[in-house]
């Protein structure tokens, strides 16, 4: 019962930051704000997710495939936003 | 309704919208997304039609499942040689428009 | 999963909505874009149509490596617009256009609400017969047992593809390498993950070769997987395309289809039928297939995104 | 039998069954080692092949006529509707044999233009002997395919191939021509993709032979017949998707266009019959098949006038190819339709199919000639053609002699097909099709007139040739057209080879 009670709020609250990084993405002036807000919010909601569904794994290797599926998010969403940054950062030198 | 005759109808508004976007975007690049769009609706249609035949024991008929990754694949080749066509053509200083105009618009001469 | 059709519902009208901004859409780019995220809801629906095998094909190459493609494409426009087309069509013709994507769309609609019920399946057939082939994946058991020709011949189409390609090159780059020459930072961030990802990638790409002979998987998903590795790290410039005239090359990517139809014909002498395995051997002979053919259909998959050779070669 | 599987009786795999996967797997074995050798390797690897391709498709037709029936094959010892069948009847061994005989001599005819300079490799070369033995495949598995999705395999094969030869110069005209033709094939592919699947739906199989028995008329057999038939149509360029057509196949090197008019075309027309008549003869109505004849009609009429106005001659060749494919159509209206068998089905039947093979001939040969022209004078302007019949007199009349047939004049295979049309408009009541068939053989008349009377006119002063051109190729070219007429003096007995694989009732018109 402890699960799946931990399960339904660390989903929650995944979900949550999921849909306040989508707003932020929506609503932010310019592309570092955007990217701010998504990146946090994102990597912390899929954590909180892979968490809350951890619990109803069955066996310990489905949990740590999501894990993995969560660092390997967490890699290319953070390799992704540096490259996002840097364009913006030396186009915003040129100008 | 069910679920798979959801998608079949779903695969059906794809086909729609990709034959309209095929005929009439002037761009070959908007073309070809639209291609990708119909194929993607026949394939869901394909799907539908897999779902539907679920037996013994499987969930879908897998013959259909073989032949829509066969049609994936397919579509992908089309679309990297159209791709390596169109970049081609830029740079022989054609104008990709020539190569697309609508092709009901033109007269026959 | 027992969600309700009603999500599927929803699921459908998503996909619908994402379809119409592809189309709609004024501006390439976020067309493009819009399209990629139609795949990745697509490639949903295939697992809630019970079609994993597929949801994976989809994910990976009907999202992932035709989205890259396109999306380097329509950067490369941005960066250099090509000259505005005359005009838009004409509007009789989207008139006309808009009546016949309509008509299709409802005789397609009529035709699959007049599917039978029961539905015809062949599942049975293939039940009663997947023990001959070794294989516990009936979709792997059909696309290499009981319709492998389909699968040799598209393996081919393949091949033409990169052929078909490649002869877009102006004459001098003929046996050179593909795409621009690379200039390494040592300290940039995609190098990072570029030497990061590749060892996972390789572990991935083999486990779904291998796990697809019982559980969703196989050559063409397995082979995207280790194309997109190949496609990351040249794109870091960690390595170079090769010349598209090097021998060892030309033997990879013949080397699939070389395989299947050897065994295929062999079939002929010792199972008394082109592409027939005797059953004691079959799981053998399919993963004499499988492994080359995985091979070379990555390097084809890899070498259609690098496109034709731009430079020339080295005499 | 094999694998224990689900299997076949010994009668249905016929005992030169194999033939059929040898023809198909010998260009594609071809292929894969031309691409693999690379440098001078794959013009010899390709013309090494021919003989070998030519010699199976002799014992498929030998065999097909030996014993009167259907050839087939099971691919893998799984039977359909879970396998894969290989078939040829009488059409298909005809059709093979076409494709054997006029690959050879279009490669004979390529090997001046592209064989490599010494040493190293040309992009040209080894693409075009590489593709060529890969439209032959595509070609044969077409004819030879029992398996709609296996067909859908072999078109898109025949697409890739087929692409490529268009704009091997590189230029941005043909470029251009190349990409919409591949947005066409592409459209075509995916609407026959679609009709293919809704058969499997509604009849739980993609064997031909399965599903003449299964389909029943209905929404799904309609929106598939409908579905197909739009793709194999654009596919086809029947008129109104014939756009794509004349720049792709004018802008083509010649032994390309040769290829691609005299054969490619051919493919999706064949896919077509197998539709109509052997999938589903039952669902198509007159009303469908009286449509195909109307834009069957407007392609002959269109075609031909268009290919009247041209100024160069390749285009005008082309157009002509746009024109004559509508023929090949009127075969629907006259052989199909419910019922399905008419005493005068076979003669429109026979017609159409021989329709297919000469105008293969007669087309390859003028383009052939067109080419040697363009060669020769550095252009091909149809006014600045004045003097060539002189210096070329060999290409002239091969082209003279491919436009009779294409004319119909007697006789000629293209005589004797057009024949076979007007005889079953006639008896068949549908005394219009008569009409149009006789008005498009004028038209055709006009156009080869044209260029002829340009050809062989004096010139104002002596005609500089920019460019020697061989007899080799002049003669292949006649040789080709020759062949073309030749087949009109085939007594019309034994074409009746054709019917093996219909109904009974249906050979008795002829």
């Given at each position: 019962m402890a699960r799946e009670v931990t399960t339904i709020v660390a989903v929650c609250a995944g979900l949550f930051f999921f849909l306040a990084g989508t707003i932020g993405l929506i609503r932010f002036p310019d592309t570092l704000s955007r990217l701010h807000a998504l990146t946090k919010a994102d990597n912390l909601g899929l954590g909180l997710i892979a968490l809350g569904t951890m619990l109803q794994a069955q066996g310990p290797l489905q949990a740590l495939r999501l894990v993995v599926i969560w660092l390997l998010v967490l890699v290319s969403g953070s390799a992704v936003s540096q490259l996002i940054a840097l364009r913006v950062y030396r186009r915003s030198g040129q100008s | 309704m069910s679920s798979e005759t959801w998608f079949g109808l779903c695969g059906a508004v794809l086909v729609g919208l990709g034959l309209f976007g095929l005929i009439t975007h002037p761009d070959a690049l908007r073309k070809l997304l639209a291609f990708n769009l119909l194929g993607g609706g026949v394939f869901l249609v394909f799907g539908t039609i897999a779902r539907r035949g679920a037996a013994a024991g499987f969930g879908g008929d897998p013959v259909p499942q073989a032949l829509v990754i066969t049609g994936i694949v397919v579509a992908f080749a089309s679309t990297a040689l159209a791709v390596a066509l169109l970049r081609r053509l830029a740079e022989a200083g054609g104008e990709p428009a020539a190569a697309a105009p609508a092709p009901l618009a033109e007269p026959p001469s | 999963m027992n969600l309700s059709p009603d999500v599927d519902g929803g699921l459908a009208v998503l996909i619908a909505g994402l379809a119409l901004w592809t189309i709609a859409v004024r501006d390439t780019f976020a067309a493009v874009i819009g399209f990629v995220a139609f795949g990745l809801v697509v490639a949903v629906a295939w697992m809630r149509l019970a079609a994993p095998d597929v949801a994976l094909t989809e994910a990976a190459i009907g999202s992932g490596i035709t989205g890259g493609l396109l999306i380097t494409a329509a950067a490369g426009r941005r960066r250099r617009p090509p000259p505005q087309p005359d005009g838009r069509p004409r509007g009789i013709v989207r008139i006309a256009a808009a009546t016949a994507s309509v008509l299709a769309a409802v005789g397609l609609g009529v035709a699959v609400l007049s599917l039978p019920t029961p539905a015809p399946t062949l599942a049975p057939n293939v039940a009663l017969h997947l023990g001959l082939t070794g294989l516990a994946n009936p979709v792997n058991a059909v696309l290499l047992g009981f319709r492998a020709v389909d699968t040799l011949l598209e393996v081919?189409?393949?091949?033409?593809?990169?052929?078909?390609?490649?002869?877009?090159?102006?004459?001098?780059?003929?046996?050179?390498?593909?795409?621009?020459?690379?200039?390494?930072?040592?300290?940039?961030?995609?190098?990072?993950?570029?030497?990061?990802?590749?060892?996972?990638?390789?572990?991935?790409?083999?486990?779904?070769?291998?796990?697809?002979?019982?559980?969703?998987?196989?050559?063409?998903?397995?082979?995207?997987?280790?194309?997109?590795?190949?496609?990351?790290?040249?794109?870091?410039?960690?390595?170079?395309?090769?010349?598209?005239?090097?021998?060892?090359?030309?033997?990879?990517?013949?080397?699939?289809?070389?395989?299947?139809?050897?065994?295929?014909?062999?079939?002929?002498?010792?199972?008394?039928?082109f592409l027939a395995y005797p059953p004691a051997y079959a799981k053998l002979l399919i993963v004499a297939i499988e492994l080359p053919l995985t091979l070379s259909i990555a390097a084809i998959l890899g070498l259609l995104v690098a496109g034709p050779p731009s430079r020339e070669p080295r005499r | 039998m094999i694998a224990g599987g689900p299997i076949v009786s010994p009668a249905a795999t016929a005992s030169h069954g194999h033939l059929l996967v040898f023809a198909i797997v010998l260009p594609v074995l071809g292929a894969l080692a031309s691409l693999l050798a690379g440098g001078r390797w794959p013009a010899r690897i390709a013309l090494s092949t021919t003989p070998f391709g030519l010699a199976v498709a002799i014992a498929i037709a030998v065999s097909v006529c030996?014993?009167?029936?259907?050839?087939?094959?099971?691919?893998?010892?799984?039977?359909?509707?879970?396998?894969?069948?290989?078939?040829?009847?009488?059409?298909?061994?005809?059709?093979?044999?076409?494709?054997?005989?006029?690959?050879?001599?279009?490669?004979?005819?390529?090997?001046?233009?592209?064989?490599?300079?010494?040493?190293?490799?040309?992009?040209?070369?080894?693409?075009?002997?590489?593709?060529?033995?890969?439209?032959?495949?595509?070609?044969?598995?077409?004819?030879?395919?029992?398996?709609?999705?296996?067909?859908?395999?072999?078109?898109?094969?025949?697409?890739?191939?087929?692409?490529?030869?268009?704009?091997?110069?590189?230029?941005?005209?043909?470029?251009?021509?190349?990409?919409?033709?591949?947005?066409?094939?592409?459209?075509?592919?995916?609407?026959?993709?679609?009709?293919?699947?809704?058969?499997?739906?509604?009849?739980?199989?993609?064997?031909?032979?399965?599903?003449?028995?299964?389909?029943?008329?209905?929404?799904?057999?309609?929106?598939?017949?409908?579905?197909?038939?739009?793709?194999?149509?654009?596919?086809?360029?029947?008129?109104?998707?014939?756009l794509w057509l004349p720049p792709a196949h004018a802008g083509a090197p010649a032994p390309a266009s040769a290829v691609l008019s005299g054969l490619v075309v051919k493919a999706p027309f064949f896919l077509m019959v197998r539709l109509w008549f052997d999938v589903m003869p039952g669902a198509a109505d007159q009303a469908a098949a009286q449509l195909l004849g109307g834009l069957a009609t407007a392609a002959i009429l269109i075609g031909s006038v268009v290919a009247l106005r041209q100024t160069r001659l390749k285009l005008l060749v082309a157009y002509s190819t746009v024109a004559q494919i509508g023929y090949l159509f009127l075969?629907?209206?006259?052989?199909?339709?419910?019922?399905?068998?008419?005493?005068?089905?076979?003669?429109?039947?026979?017609?159409?199919?021989?329709?297919?093979?000469?105008?293969?001939?007669?087309?390859?040969?003028?383009?052939?000639?067109?080419?040697?022209?363009?060669?020769?004078?550095?252009?091909?302007?149809?006014?600045?053609?004045?003097?060539?019949?002189?210096?070329?007199?060999?290409?002239?009349?091969?082209?003279?002699?491919?436009?009779?047939?294409?004319?119909?004049?007697?006789?000629?295979?293209?005589?004797?097909?057009?024949?076979?049309?007007?005889?079953?408009?006639?008896?068949?009541?549908?005394?219009?099709?008569?009409?149009?068939?006789?008005?498009?053989?004028?038209?055709?008349?006009?156009?080869v007139f044209l260029v002829l009377t340009r050809a062989l006119a004096e010139p104002q002063a002596p005609i500089k040739l920019q460019k020697r051109v061989g007899g080799g190729r002049q003669s292949i070219a006649l040789m080709l057209a020759l062949a073309a007429v030749l087949l009109g003096f085939v007594p019309l007995r034994p074409w009746a080879v054709l019917l093996i694989g219909r109904p009974a009732s249906a050979s008795a018109g002829l």
């Open positions: - | - | 081919f189409v393949l091949l033409l593809a990169l052929l078909g390609v490649w002869s877009l090159a102006p004459d001098r780059f003929w046996g050179g390498r593909p795409g621009a020459a690379q200039r390494v930072d040592p300290h940039a961030m995609l190098v990072f993950v570029a030497r990061l990802l590749p060892p996972l990638g390789i572990v991935v790409g083999l486990h779904l070769l291998w796990v697809g002979a019982v559980a969703p998987g196989g050559e063409f998903q397995s082979a995207t997987v280790l194309a997109a590795v190949w496609i990351l790290a040249t794109t870091a410039g960690l390595c170079d395309w090769p010349p598209v005239g090097k021998p060892r090359l030309r033997l990879v990517l013949v080397i699939g289809t070389a395989v299947f139809l050897a065994i295929g014909l062999a079939g002929l002498v010792i199972a008394g039928a | 030996r014993s009167g029936r259907v050839l087939d094959y099971v691919i893998g010892g799984w039977a359909p509707p879970l396998g894969i069948a290989l078939r040829a009847d009488g059409l298909s061994a005809l059709m093979v044999l076409t494709a054997a005989v006029l690959i050879i001599g279009i490669g004979l005819f390529a090997y001046a233009q592209f064989s490599a300079p010494a040493g190293t490799e040309a992009r040209g070369s080894s693409v075009f002997w590489t593709l060529l033995l890969a439209v032959w495949a595509g070609l044969n598995a077409v004819f030879l395919g029992g398996d709609l999705f296996t067909l859908f395999v072999a078109l898109e094969l025949l697409t890739f191939a087929a692409v490529p030869l268009v704009c091997l110069d590189g230029q941005a005209d043909t470029l251009a021509a190349a990409l919409r033709y591949l947005l066409f094939a592409l459209l075509g592919s995916v609407l026959y993709l679609l009709g293919t699947m809704l058969l499997y739906g509604g009849y739980g199989t993609l064997d031909i032979l399965l599903l003449a028995d299964r389909v029943r008329p209905g929404p799904i057999a309609w929106a598939a017949l409908a579905l197909m038939s739009a793709g194999l149509l654009a596919k086809a360029a029947l008129y109104p998707l014939h075969m629907f209206p006259l052989a199909g339709g419910v019922p399905a068998i008419h005493p005068w089905g076979a003669t429109a039947w026979t017609g159409g199919a021989l329709q297919a093979v000469s105008h293969a001939f007669a087309k390859a040969a003028m383009f052939m000639a067109a080419g040697l022209i363009y060669e020769a004078l550095g252009h091909d302007r149809i006014s600045d053609l004045a003097g060539i019949g002189r210096a070329l007199p060999v290409t002239v009349f091969a082209f003279g002699i491919g436009g009779a047939s294409l004319m119909g004049l007697p006789p000629s295979g293209g005589f004797v097909a057009k024949a076979l049309l007007l005889t079953a408009a006639v008896a068949a009541g549908q005394w219009w099709w008569a009409v149009v068939v006789l008005t498009g053989g004028l038209l055709a008349g006009g156009y």
